[in-house]
Each structure stands twice: as C-alpha cells, then as structure tokens.
Nanobody
C-alpha cells in the first residue's frame, strides 16, 4: 500500500539545475529518514543525501555544496535540489523512505542525464 512517487528528472546541460521530488503515500507508519540514492551504469548504488525527521542531513562528498535535501513532514515529501550539475551526476536517482519500525520503501527511480 506504500507508494513513493518521484518527479523532476530529465536531461540538463552541465552547470544546470534540477529539483527532484518524492511524495510518499499509503500505510507508511511513522517516517524516520528520507533520502536519495543514485546508480550509474556499472556502479554500485550510492547514498547521495539523507535527512532525518529532525532535519539532520548527510551528503556524500561529491555533492556537498551543490545539492540540498529538504523535506516537508506534513506532506510526506522529500526534495533534492541539484545545482551546478556535472556529467558525473548522470544516474538513476532513487527515493528511499525508512520508518521508525525500520521498514524500507523505495521509489521506482528517475533518470537524470547531464550532457551538453
């Protein structure tokens, strides 16, 4: 019954910006953390950014200063603002939700392509 709906992916030129959104719905329970992961061809899936219920954030080093994660707890929504995008950011981006009961839910993924 839990569904994560992502939006905002697409094709952008280097140096451009995108904002990803993920809205959770269904019988989720109490949400602990929400985050974004990405996976490029041939690479392992990696954590990009994560935000807790109390807005404590984490970013992988490669995106610090360029990406910003935020959430709206009332709307069960998490965002990823991506600025100064690089070709190396090209990947499928996945939204992940974890409840206080340590149940994990994943979105279907959205493609982000950074190319001139």
């Amino acid at each position: 019954q839990v569904q994560l709906v992502e939006s905002g992916g697409g094709l952008v030129q280097p140096g451009g910006s995108l904002r990803l959104s993920c809205v959770a719905s269904g019988s989720i329970g109490l949400i602990d953390t929400m985050g974004w992961y990405r996976q490029a061809p041939g690479n392992e899936r990696e954590l990009v950014a994560r935000i807790s219920s109390f807005s404590v954030t984490f970013y992988t080093d490669s995106v610090k200063g360029r990406f910003t994660i935020s959430r709206d707890n009332d709307k069960n929504t998490v965002y990823l603002q991506m600025n100064s995008l690089k070709p190396e950011d090209t990947a499928v981006y996945y939204c992940k939700l974890r409840t206080w009961a340590r149940e994990d839910y994943w979105g279907q993924g959205t493609q982000v392509t950074v190319s001139s």
